[in-house]
């Protein structure tokens, strides 16, 4: 099963991360990577560049508004994630819980969807349904 | 779980068991080369966690628990030879040396040998003195941290059988006095075939299994996948271990598409490739590109890497590359000639060039009888004469593909197409 790591940090986590060596971040979080690459859990990950190059889109209205960032009332700051593919919810939190973060960052675990979570009658079912009988014409006209 | 002291048991064995996920390769290969036997290792590292179990849900779980468990595995090996009065010199200096070094959270390896360890670990799990059969259950064992319970249940034997499969292997180690060593340089190759060899035989039969109801086992395959990766980090100089990684992310990248909800198999032209898994695709493109920067070819897995890149790399089932394909069955043939090989490439040819040049391929394979009695050689010849119209002897053919599958779940999708010939 995957997991995405979603990292999150308030302002302040990333005003106090700022003030710490940039080469001393990138060891960190390069050993933490290379730790996953070697178990063979790291499927992907990226990080993301600074919140004020961000845009959002927000749909309370129709048509949705635009907004560059920053974002005056956002508490938190989505900042880069990973996905891991490991065996159990225990072994994702395990991992999550050796990322080398400092106090105001927030790791949040989540299960990437499977197959199976979605129902027999679910919408891609039936596209599956129709992708197959398209296939099949194709097949015929061949 | 109502009960909060059973719940929060419950939710330190799980702790446990990822924490032993993580580290038990390197507790048991930290472990084998300070006592020098594999088996042992094993047995001290479980006595550990039995220990773990035990003391975490009443001290808490400490700051480095894989650290916790090998230091505890240590003193374990310590008493037992203690107890038995066997303690020479050397035994004495490393007791002496844990003893004065008392913090259990204090990492007890050396970065710089750790990897190596991992590595003699893989290398003594798949070693040649080993049958088969258990060298992937040690390798599944030892390496990849599963239980007994799970490696039984993956390939359908009883737990029992797998428990004295893994204390024979550790008996028969112990017995040719394996050393817990990385090969010889001009062994290498040879050793790593094996280790590969184990590899893919997880994979395949996570991928497609050969006996019960259901047609694959992923996290079978997965598991292989991440030893396969895990193993390309330790011999990064090695081009084949980048072919074996490209082929697992490049199979696995179809797990979501192979099956429908019930189980049902769903073959490749048939499956929604919006289900296919990019990142996994990504993955095994960027594997087989190291292979290639190695600048010394492509070998047995990464020309079926190749293959299946051309698969995953289609839009469409029709804009698949079925000429290249062949062109990399008739590399594959030649490095290891095979007759599953030549029927592969009989399919590549039926899309390529035709049913009936195919045909003529698949039909020297049954003159030739070496494929007598496997099931996909009538599958595959039906699949062909239906495309010739040639419905009565295809649907014979299938039906005989369906008395010869052991897959319950192979057996009915074969009886459906022969039903539905007439």
């Known amino acids: 099963m995957k997991y995405m790591l979603i990292m999150r940090s308030n302002d302040e986590a990333v005003e106090a991360y700022n003030e710490i060596p940039f080469e001393q971040v990138i060891e960190q979080m390069g050993r933490y990577n290379e730790s996953l690459i070697n178990a063979g859990v790291m499927a992907a990950g990226e990080g993301l560049t600074d919140a004020s190059e961000g845009v959002v889109v927000d749909f309370s209205s129709q048509p949705p508004t635009v907004t560059d960032g920053p974002y005056g009332e956002t508490k938190e700051l989505f900042n880069g994630f990973w996905i891991l593919q490991v065996s159990s919810r225990e072994e994702a939190i395990e991992w999550a819980s050796r990322c080398p973060l400092s106090p105001g960052s927030k790791l949040e675990v989540r299960r990437v969807t499977e197959l199976s979570d979605f129902p027999q009658d679910n919408e891609w079912i039936q596209k599956e349904a129709e992708w197959i009988a398209d296939a099949e014409r194709a097949k015929a006209d061949e | ?422």
């Open chain 2, 1 to 422: 779980m109502d009960d909060p002291v059973a719940a929060s048991a419950e939710a330190v064995r799980r702790r446990v068991a990822a924490v032993w996920r993580i580290e038990s390769a390197r507790i048991v290969a930290t472990l084998a080369r300070y006592v020098g036997d594999v088996g042992l290792a094993e047995d001290l590292a479980q006595e550990a966690v039995v220990d773990a179990l035990r003391q975490w849900p009443r001290d808490g779980v400490p700051a480095s628990p894989g650290a916790w468990l090998t230091a505890v595995a240590k003193r374990k090996a310590i008493d037992g030879w203690r107890r038995r009065e066997r303690l020479d010199e050397r035994y004495a200096a490393m007791a002496h040396d844990l003893d004065t070094r008392t913090d259990p959270n204090a990492p007890p390896w050396d970065p710089d040998t750790i990897d190596d360890d991992v590595l003699r670990l893989v290398f003594i799990s798949c070693h040649p003195v080993l049958a088969r059969d258990a060298q992937v259950a040690l390798t599944l064992r030892v390496v990849g941290g599963l239980s007994t319970e799970e490696i039984a249940r993956a390939f359908l034997v009883p737990t029992a059988t797998v428990q004295q499969r893994i204390v024979r292997a550790k008996k028969t180690l112990s017995a040719a006095h394996v050393p817990f060593e990385v090969p010889a340089r001009e062994e290498l190759p040879d050793r790593l075939a094996s280790v590969f060899g184990v590899l893919y035989l997880i994979f395949n039969e996570g991928y497609a299994a050969s006996a019960g109801d259901e047609w694959m086992r992923p996290e079978l395959s997965l598991e292989a996948l991440r030893l396969a990766r895990s193993l390309s980090r330790l011999v990064p100089r090695e081009p084949e271990v980048h072919g074996l990684v490209a082929l697992f992310e490049f199979q696995a990248s179809r797990f979501g598409a192979r099956t429908t909800e019930d189980g049902e198999p769903v073959l490749l032209p048939d499956q929604d490739r919006t289900r296919w898994d990019r990142t996994l695709i990504a993955r095994g493109t960027a594997a087989l590109a190291r292979q290639d920067a190695l600048g010394r070819g492509r070998g047995y897995y990464g020309l079926q890497a190749g293959i299946a890149e051309c698969h995953a790399t289609a839009a469409r089932a029709a804009d698949t590359d079925w000429e290249r394909i062949v062109l990399l069955y008739e590399a594959l043939g030649r490095l290891a000639p095979s007759p599953v090989i030549d029927l592969n490439r009989a399919v590549a040819v039926s899309m390529s060039e035709g049913p009936a040049t195919a045909l003529r391929i698949v039909d020297e394979l049954v003159a030739s009888g070496r494929l007598s009695g496997y099931h996909l050689l009538p599958s595959v010849r039906g699949e062909l004469l239906d495309r010739l119209g040639r419905a009565a002897e295809a649907r014979e053919e299938l039906q005989m593909a369906a008395r010869l599958t052991r897959n319950e779940r192979e057996r009915a999708v074969l009886l459906r197409k022969a039903d539905a010939l007439t």
